[in-house]
């Protein structure tokens, strides 16, 4: 399951990265909620909550329906 939530990671990535941020996977619990730790602009960023919902969360979310649910940790 990592490798899977990885590779979707990946997809959202470079959006991420040309405002000068990234996200890196942190843990993926039983009850099926990714952890992920928001990192460079992003880890300050104040619409950092809607780029984790709107964005990650969305795009994760439909290509892994078995994920419950996104958050930042």
Do not use: G, H, T
């Given at each position: 399951m990592r490798e899977k939530v990885e590779a979707v990671?990946?997809?959202?990535?470079?959006?991420?990265?040309?405002?000068g941020g990234d996200v890196e996977l942190v843990d993926i619990t039983d009850s099926g909620v990714v952890q992920v730790r928001l990192t460079g602009a992003c880890k300050g960023c104040p619409m950092s909550q809607m780029t984790l919902k709107n964005g990650i969360e969305r795009i994760v979310l439909k290509e892994l329906p078995e994920i419950k649910a996104v958050e930042a940790v």
């Open positions: 990671l990946e997809k959202v990535r470079p959006m991420l990265q040309a405002d």
